[in-house]
T-cell receptor, first 113, second 118 residues
Framework: LAKTTQPISMDSYEGQEVNITCSHN???????ITWYQQFPSQGPRFIIQ???TKVTNEVASLFIPADRKSSTLSLPRVSLSDTAVYYC??????????????FGRGTSLIVHP | NAGVTQTPKFQVLKTGQSMTLQCAQD?????MSWYRQDPGMGLRLIHY???????DQGEVPNGYNVSRSTTEDFPLRLLSAAPSQTSVYFC?????????????????FGPGTRLTVT
């Protein structure tokens, strides 16, 4: 059972706002939602995390509706350097019984000039 | 701080060979983990450790061993390499592991090791 569902790819243009939505219908009550960014040939990098409502930092905003079954990562005024894969994570149970955030396939964002 | 370092950056192995991928962090993080990433895929958790002396299996542990004798180091050992283990391997660390209340801490990733098994 997939924990999260995201669009496989998105295209945008420089200067536009980009919103990437992640569906997590089976999110647990105590789950946080975390987003990572990955550039080619690099490890992922933490962007933002939230539990409910809205969280904003210097890079992005995260919107989480009251039912928490989805979340939207908002990137204001993207530039070419925002071209990357974006992952939405919620927890998942491992074989060892622990609860670990799990990466899905992510959304490949391409920003055009 | 160097953050999370991984060696080697590239490695080619023949089927059946064994090797150890090294991972070290200088941030005094309790939690460390190993992921593999296959082309066009997300990251899959292999093993993780919540502290020195404590390790546990992730989603895809078969064919890999880990140990955590110090807080800083978390090596990943391939016992008998197979072509299916061709992948990019990432090590990550965070201040702590996920808490019982569901909070997770930011993970810092290393640059990765690109492994090819022929």
């Amino acid at each position: 059972l997939a924990k999260t569902t995201q669009p496989i790819s998105m295209d945008s243009y420089e200067g536009q706002e980009v919103n990437i939505t992640c569906s997590h219908n089976n999110i647990a009550t105590n789950d946080y939602i975390t987003w990572y960014q990955q550039f080619p040939s690099q490890g992922p990098r933490f962007i933002i995390q939230g539990y409910k409502t809205k969280v904003t930092n210097e890079v992005a905003s995260l919107f989480i509706p009251a039912d928490r079954k989805s979340s939207t990562l908002s990137l204001p005024r993207v530039s070419l350097s925002d071209t990357a894969v974006y992952y939405c994570l919620v927890g998942d149970n491992t074989s060892g019984g622990s609860y670990i955030p799990t990466f899905g396939r992510g959304t490949s964002l391409i920003v055009h000039p | 701080n160097a953050g999370v370092t991984q060696t080697p950056k590239f490695q080619v192995l023949k089927t059946g060979q064994s090797m150890t991928l090294q991972c070290a962090q200088d941030m005094n993080h309790e939690y460390m983990s190993w992921y593999r990433q296959d082309p066009g895929m997300g990251l899959r958790l292999i093993h993780y450790s919540v502290g020195a002396g404590i390790t546990d299996q992730g989603e895809v542990p078969n064919g890999y061993n880990v140990s955590r004798s110090t807080t800083e180091d978390f090596p990943l050992r391939l016992l008998s390499a197979a072509p299916s283990q061709t992948s990019v391997y990432f090590c990550a660390s965070s201040y702590k592991g996920p808490t019982a209340s569901g909070e997770v801490y930011e993970q810092y990733f290393g640059p990765g090791t690109r492994l090819t098994v022929t």
